[in-house]
C-alpha cells in the first residue's frame, strides 16, 4: 500500500533563517506531488505541484521554492523565512494519471518568530 | 483561475440531526469534486467524491449533490454523530485531482 511521510511535524524558526520541508511517498511511482498551506481556519492553498523529476510549477508568488529531486520525494526549502511563512505545511501525492483523490501527509506545523 | 465558496463556515447541530454543506465553484470545466474531513491537528482525508458525470452519490450516512448547470455542490451527513465533529473542505478540480481549489472550510459540531 501507499504511504506518505513528512517531516518534521512543528518547527519553530527564526526571521530570516532557512527552511527544508521533506515529503517522500512510498509504494508507488511517478506519483504527482503537492506542497499546499494551510493558514488558521483557512482552507487549503496549493503552493507548488510536480508532475515528474526536476519538474516543479510554482501557483503563487512567494518565498518558497520546491525541488523534487527524485521520483518519490519532495522538498519545500527557504533561503531566509518570514513571519508570514507561519503556517501548516501539507505534502500531498495523487496518481499520476487521472483524476482521483489526493492523499496527504501528516503536516508540518511551522512556527516563524 | 477557479474558485470555491464554502458556506456556512460554522454549523452547530444536535446529535442525530442532519448536516448540510454547501459549495460553488466558477470553472464549468472542473469534473471532480472531492470532500475531505480534516480532525484537529491532523490531515485531511477524503470522505467522498463525485465526478461531473453523476449527480448523486451516497455512501451510508453522506451524501454529495452536483448541479452541474448551477454549479454548485452540497455534502449531507445524516444521524450525525459526535466523531462527525471536524472541519470540512470542498474542492473542486479538472484533470488533476490533487491540483485543488479548495473551499475555506466548514467546521462542524456535533453535540451530544
Known amino acids: 500500500s501507499q504511504t506518505i511521510h513528512q517531516w518534521p511535524a512543528t518547527l519553530v524558526q527564526p526571521v530570516g533563517s532557512p527552511l527544508s520541508l521533506e515529503c517522500t511517498v512510498e509504494g508507488t511511482s511517478n506519483p504527482n506531488l503537492y506542497w499546499y498551506r494551510q493558514a488558521a481556519g483557512r482552507g487549503l492553498q496549493l503552493l507548488f505541484y510536480?508532475?515528474?523529476?526536476?519538474?516543479i510549477s510554482s501557483e503563487v508568488p512567494q518565498n518558497l521554492s520546491a525541488s523534487r529531486p527524485q521520483d518519490r520525494q519532495f522538498i519545500l526549502s527557504s533561503k531566509k523565512l518570514l513571519l508570514s511563512d507561519s503556517g501548516f505545511y501539507l505534502c500531498?501525492?495523487?496518481?499520476?494519471?487521472?483524476?482521483?483523490?489526493?492523499?496527504f501527509g501528516q503536516g508540518t506545523r511551522l512556527t516563524v518568530v | 483561475g477557479e474558485n470555491v465558496e464554502q458556506h456556512p463556515s460554522t454549523l452547530s447541530v444536535q446529535e442525530g440531526d442532519s448536516a448540510v454543506i454547501k459549495c460553488t465553484y466558477s470553472?464549468?470545466?472542473?469534473?471532480?469534486f472531492p470532500w475531505y474531513k480534516q480532525e484537529l491537528g491532523k490531515r485531511p482525508q477524503l470522505i467522498i467524491d463525485i465526478r461531473s458525470n453523476v449527480g448523486e452519490k451516497k455512501d451510508q450516512r453522506i451524501a454529495v449533490t452536483l448541479n452541474k448547470t448551477a454549479k454548485h455542490f452540497s455534502l449531507h451527513i445524516t444521524e450525525t454523530q459526535p466523531e462527525d465533529s471536524a472541519v470540512y473542505f470542498c474542492a473542486a478540480s479538472r484533470g488533476n485531482a490533487g491540483k485543488s481549489t479548495f473551499g475555506d472550510g466548514t467546521t462542524l459540531t456535533v453535540k451530544p
Open positions: 500531498a501525492w495523487s496518481v499520476g494519471r487521472g483524476n482521483t483523490e489526493a492523499f
Open positions: 470553472d464549468s470545466a472542473s469534473n471532480y
Open positions: 510536480s508532475v515528474g523529476i526536476g519538474q
